[in-house]
């Protein structure tokens, strides 16, 4: 795997969901990128923090934030193993991340089952890389779930 490519990251962000899935979490994990490194990385944690906002993508934000000491993500992308909802497009949107990279699209619950205009204008998405790996985690945990 190509070091600084969208697999390179992607896999990172799938190292993150399988700490959820280790956890008990719906694993979904996220890394956030600033001039090819990682200033960010976050697993969802809403049972670990009882907080129904405690997405991957939502702790990354926070994180990158805080490391670049701005509000504004404006020149990072996120990776991200399953597409996000309408709250963490939301917060994408306000934060102006440059760039939205997810894995798994999310038919139910992913942010392009609401409305195509929730991510600011200037943001970029792509999605399918690394997409087997993160459905398949994501169908392991919920199989696991029901019995």
């Not at 969802?44 to 939502?58: I, R, S």
């Not at 934030?65 to 996000?84: F, M, R």
Request: with cysteine; proline share 3%; charged share 25%.
């Amino acid at each position: 795997m190509e070091l600084f490519s969208d697999e390179y990251y992607m896999n990172e962000a799938l190292k993150q969901a399988e700490y959820a899935f280790e956890e008990g979490e719906i694993p979904v994990g996220a890394v956030i990128v600033s001039n090819n490194r990682i200033i960010a990385r976050a697993y969802n944690q809403t049972e670990k923090l009882n907080d129904v906002t405690a997405h991957a993508e939502m702790l990354a934000i926070t994180s990158a934030a805080n490391t670049l000491g701005a509000k504004y993500l404006i020149d990072c992308k996120l990776y991200v193993t399953l597409e996000p909802c309408l709250m963490c497009a939301g917060a994408l949107f306000w934060s102006q991340i440059s760039e939205i990279h997810f894995a798994a699209s999310d038919p139910k619950r992913g942010f392009r089952n609401k409305q195509a205009d929730v991510l600011h204008p200037k943001t970029k998405w792509t999605e399918g890389t690394l997409a087997a790996e993160s459905e398949s985690l994501l169908q392991t945990f919920f199989q696991k779930l029901r019995k």
